[in-house]
């Protein structure tokens, strides 16, 4: 669904992906989301905000640069989100130029870098305007060249995270089982509502929360679904993320997973939760409903 402002010019809906843990899938989300909306004939951004650099190597889009580089003692070659933290893009002209085009027909990608590592210590350096709102200003010049901008990000809680909030109109986040997966949920929620609360967004919505690499028919499973549901109401998805092999296979070496592996259990469970979470115009969820009914 796209969003349409003041002057009825179309705009993308923004979502972030977030958790204050590691490994609960964050970029795998984010990157097979991307996908399926690009074959619905959707035009993607994806925002890559975390300095590991998994989203941009994901789509074969990471550069390795110099450890000169890397300490700003030479110039890079090539723009990723660094440089747009770093001199704060605000014109589409700057935006354009730090945008690549991915191999994947209507996804479009800032990349990060090594050198990201350093944008929360430049953020802070430069005490001068409003630090939270660097990543909310540089995509409204460019929004409205899409139908969804996904951000995906580090498992932090820092200025980034503040900024992807700012920048959002909807917060999903994918939840793990395994390792106090509970607390981090209650942790990564607290923080969206603080950071709300703090800073007045009241443009955020939390969209929801889903568990990925779920092995469904275990008692474990469905005994913590059950409290995930208590606890959440309409907040928590049905549809989970069943555990699949291929995943770490198309993100091994980088392969479009509707070309790979469409039939999938990552694909189906992706394009169900695509659907529960009634993001999707009416034409794109009849397709999708076809497309994994066939
Ligand atoms: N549903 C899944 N089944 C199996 N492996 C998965 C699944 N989702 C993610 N993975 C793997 O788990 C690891 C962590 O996922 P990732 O998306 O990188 O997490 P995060 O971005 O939250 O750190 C990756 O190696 C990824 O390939
Ligand atoms: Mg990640």
Not at 17 to 22: S, Y
Not at 39 to 68: A, H, T, W
Request: with cysteine; hydrophobic share 40%.
């Amino acid at each position: 669904m796209s969003l349409y402002n003041s002057s009825s010019v179309p705009s993308a809906l923004i979502v972030s992906i977030v958790n204050n843990k590691g490994g609960v899938g964050k970029t795998t989300s984010t990157g097979i989301l991307a996908q399926l909306l690009a074959y619905l004939g959707k035009k993607i951004l994806i925002v890559d905000m975390d300095p590991q650099c998994n989203l941009s190597m994901m789509f074969d889009c990471f550069d390795r640069e110099s450890p000169e580089i890397i300490r700003g003692l030479s110039a890079p070659n090539t723009l990723n989100i660094a440089d747009l933290f770093k001199y704060r893009y605000r014109t589409a002209e700057e935006m354009h130029a730090v945008i690549r085009h991915t191999k994947i027909h209507n996804i479009d990608i800032i990349p990060a870098s090594k050198r990201h590592d350093n944008t929360v210590v430049d953020i802070l350096l430069r005490q001068t305007g409003n630090n939270n709102i660097i990543l909310k200003r540089a995509l409204s010049v460019i929004r409205s060249e899409y139908d969804y901008i996904i951000i995906d990000n580090a498992p932090a809680k820092d200025v980034l995270a503040v900024n992807s909030l700012f920048a959002s109109d909807q917060v999903y986040i994918p939840v793990r089982l395994e390792n106090f997966s509970y607390e981090g949920l209650r942790e990564t929620l607290d923080s969206i509502i603080f950071i709300k609360e703090e800073h007045d967004i009241d443009s955020l919505n939390f969209g929801g929360a889903f568990i990925t690499h779920s092995e469904t028919n275990t008692i474990s499973y469905r005994s913590a679904a059950e409290n995930y549901a208590e606890t959440l109401g309409n907040k928590f998805f049905r549809t989970s993320i069943r555990k699949d092999i291929k995943i770490s296979e198309i993100e091994k070496c980088f392969r479009p997973i509707l070309e790979y592996c469409p039939n999938t259990n990552a694909v189906f469970d992706y394009s169900n939760l695509l659907l529960e979470m009634k993001i999707l115009d009416e034409h794109s969820e009849s397709i999708l409903r076809r497309s994994i009914s066939a």
